[in-house]
C-alpha cells in the first residue's frame, strides 16, 4: 500500500457523473477569424512584430519577448486585419491589445527546428528556445518556463511534476494524461537534464487510479522518478499545497518554490516543453474542459488560442443566449465571462455553461459571527474572518501581519461560511492595496536615492569649482554659493579639469537615467 499525502484543511468533492469519454480528446475546426489578447502592461507598442495588413504563417511570431513576457505566436497562416489597443475582456481595468488575425485556412507553417537529441544542446540554449516557442505555466500563473528553469540552476534538488487536478469538474491535464504521457515523461527529463536535479515527483490525486498505475510501469526502473499520491481534496493543486504535503515544508512569505530547492511545473507545461524542444512547436493551442451543468457533461477539446468563445459554442450548438451562463474556471475559482468574443488564452484550462436561473429571494450577507468554519477549511492554515475584518476595515498593516499575501484565492472559506460573506472579493481587493503600498514604498526609496545622489554630485561639483576656482557653465554656478566667491576673482582656463568634470557629470546622468527606468 502506497503512502498518500495529506494537507490540512480543504474540502472532499463528490465525485460528479460524468461522460465515459471524458478523456478523449476531441477536435474542434479552425475559425476564420483569430483573437489574441496580450496584456497590455507586459507590452508595450514597440514589441509588435507585425502590422495590419501583413501575412503571416502558422506559429509566427506576433510579438518580442522581455525580461517579463515571452513571445506570442500566430495559431494560424492568414493576415493581420487589426491591431487595437485599450480592449477589455473578462477584468474590466485590465488594458490589452487585440490582436485579429483572419486566416487563409491553408495551414501554412513557418519552418519548424526539430531536434532529436537535446543532451547534445547546452541548457542554456535549450532555454533560449523554451522561451523563442513561447512557453509559460499552465497551470494559470503564465509565469515564464524559461525564466523559471534560468532561476532553477543550481538552485533545485527536486523537480515535482502537479498532476493535481483538484476541482472535480476540470480533467484536461488528466486527458493529456491518459493521451500523452509518453511526451510527458520525456519533457521532464528534459526539465531534469537542464536543472540537473536529483530526485523527479510526480504528483497525482488518489482517485485516478488508472493512471497511477500506467505511471508506476512507465517508472519502474528509472531511480531519478517517484510517484507521490495525494488525497482526493479541493484544493490540492496548488504548488504551496504540493510543497507542505510533500515535505511539510513551507515556502516563505515573498518566496518561491526554488528558494527552498524545488522546481515545480504543471503536468500541462511539461508538455509544451517536450513539444518546444523536441518538435520545434510554439505554443499555440491546449486542451480546454467543457462542463455542462445541464447535461452534467463534461469533455475536453484541443482548442488553438485566439479561438473566439463564441465561436466554440456555436460549434459545439450549446445556444449561448440570455438563458446560458458562461464562466471561465472550475466550480470554486470562475470568472462570468461578459464577452463572448474573447477568445481560448493559453491561462485557460476549462468553460462551465451553466443555465440562467431567477434567483427567487436575494442572497442575503449577514455579518460575521466567528462560527470558525473559515478557519477549519483554510488549505494554508490563514485566519479568513481576521482577514476579513482587516481588508474590511483597511487595515492593511494587520493584513499584512496576518499573511494575507499567501491566501491563494481558492474560496473555499466563502463557501463553508453562513453568512454568505463574499471573502474573497475582499482579500483581493486588499491583495491589490498591498502590492500598491509595496510599490510606492519601494518608489519612495528609489526617489530618496536619487535625491541622495543628486545632493552627492552637487556637493562634489562645489568641491571642484572650489578646488580648481575654475568652471565651464556659468548656469551651474549660478545653483553654488561658491559662484559668489569666486566671481570677484579671475577665471583660469584648464582644459583638462572641464573634461573631468564633464565626465563626472555624464556618468551621474547615467547612474540617475538607470534608476528613473527603474521605477518607470
Ligand atoms: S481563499 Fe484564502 S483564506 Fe480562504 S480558504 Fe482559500 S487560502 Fe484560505
Ligand atoms: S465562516 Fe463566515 S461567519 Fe464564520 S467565522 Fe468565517 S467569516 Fe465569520
Redesign the pocket.
Known sequence: MKKKYNFSGGVKCLPINQDTNKYIINYVPYPTKFFIYVKYNTLKKNMLRVKINQKVLCGEPLTFGDSSSVPIHSPTSGLIENVEFYSKHVDLNQENIKITIISDHLEQWIRLKKINNYKLYSPKSLIKIIYQLGIVGLGGAQFSSAKKLILSINKVHTLIINAVESDPYITADYSLMHNYFNEIFIGCEIISWISKVEKILIVIQEDKIELISKIQLLIENKKLFKICILKKKYPGGSSKIIIKSLTGKEIPNGKHAIDIGYLIFNISTVYAIKRAVINGEPLIHRIISLYDYQNNLSKNFLIRIGTPINFFLNYLKIDNNLNYKIYLGGMFMKDLLTNLNYSISKDMNSILIKKYKKKNKKLINYS????????QVCPINLL??KL?LYSKNNNHKDAKKSYIMDCIECRI?EK????N?N?VKYFKNEKKQQNKIKIEINQKKIFFDLFQLREKRILSQKENIYKNKNYFNHLSLIESNILEKLSTKKLISNKEIEKNIRKEILRSSIKRVKLKNKIL
Not at 460575521?368 to 478557519?375: A, L, M, P, Q, R
Not at 463553508?416 to 453568512?419: D, G, I
Request: overall charge neutral.
Open positions: 460575521c459571527i466567528n462560527c470558525g468554519y473559515c478557519v479568513p474572518q476579513y472559506c463553508v461560511c453562513p453568512s460573506i471573502l
